[in-house]
């Protein structure tokens, strides 16, 4: 449940900062594309953020209930921690990375409405994607190295699982970047706009499934209450993307 809550909490942060940096790029651009963009991100806006607001109180109520000290973390990062430098980095990449693909996905909804601006919506978001993730994975690799011996230990087969779930989000990484930049060069990118998000999909879990694995041992285990509260919680916040992803597509119906 927590891996659930968790992966909602990072897309929907990533889409409300990483559409807030498309927009403003967008607004200084200001071709009619691009203001056309800014209104569809702005309709989406308030869902994405509503749903990263309802997935955070899910997660810390896991994390509390378990009493994890990523709880406080969440709040209050350990800005003094090695390898703050990288992480920072990694999430203003990944942020503009996972929106643009939003963009570019969203374009398979406007297909038949507006081929053109369609298919320029899809290159545009692929290339916000493609060029942020491709830097994002040096700047991964550097985070990981700064983490602490014993965890780098863990990743290396120290621990089963959690060697696993990084090695899937390397490769899926690799996969996601591969397909994004296939979808924008070719004339009939859908089924290659699936096969990214697929990949990413299973990346973003498989880092999860590494942080979850990787976090300090919790206390006892979780009653009923907190489950059935999270459920409903992360079942809201992944309501509220899909709003924002409606919201988007019927934006440019009506505009």
């Avoid at 109180?57 to 994890?68: D, M, Q």
């Avoid at 990944?94 to 570019?104: I, N």
């Avoid at 550097?142 to 983490?147: D, I, T």
Wanted: charged fraction near 15%; glycine fraction near 10%; aromatic fraction near 8%.
């Amino acid at each position: 449940m927590l891996v659930a809550s968790l992966l909602v909490y990072f897309v929907s942060l990533d889409l409300t900062v990483g559409g807030l940096m498309l927009a403003a790029n967008a607004r200084w651009r200001g071709t009619p594309e691009h203001v056309d963009l800014v209104r569809g991100i702005r309709a989406a806006m308030p869902w994405t953020a509503a749903a990263w607001l309802i997935a955070s109180g899910a997660s810390l109520l896991l994390l509390g209930a378990s009493g994890s000290p990523l709880a406080d973390r969440m709040v209050l990062p350990e800005w003094t921690a090695p390898g703050t430098l990288p992480r920072i980095l990694h999430f203003l990449f990944a942020a503009p990375a996972v929106a643009g693909f939003a963009v570019a996905y969203r374009s398979l909804g406007i297909r038949r409405l507006d081929p053109l601006f369609a298919r320029w919506l899809a290159r545009h978001g692929l290339v916000w994607f493609v060029l942020c993730s491709a830097v994002n994975l040096p700047i991964g690799g550097a985070w990981l190295v700064k983490l602490p011996r014993p965890v780098i230990e863990r990743l290396e087969g120290g621990d089963t699982i959690a060697m696993a779930a990084i090695s899937i989000a390397v490769i899926g990484a690799i996969f996601a970047v591969g397909f994004g930049a296939l979808a924008a060069v070719l004339p009939e990118p859908r089924a290659y706009l699936h096969a990214t998000a697929v990949s990413l999909v299973i990346t973003l879990a498989a880092m999860v499934i590494v942080r979850e694995q990787l976090r300090p041992a919790g206390g006892a285990p979780l009653d009923a209450a907190p489950i059935t509260a999270a459920i409903l919680l992360t079942a809201a916040a992944g309501g509220c993307l899909w709003l924002a992803s409606s919201a988007f597509v019927r934006r440019r119906a009506s505009g």
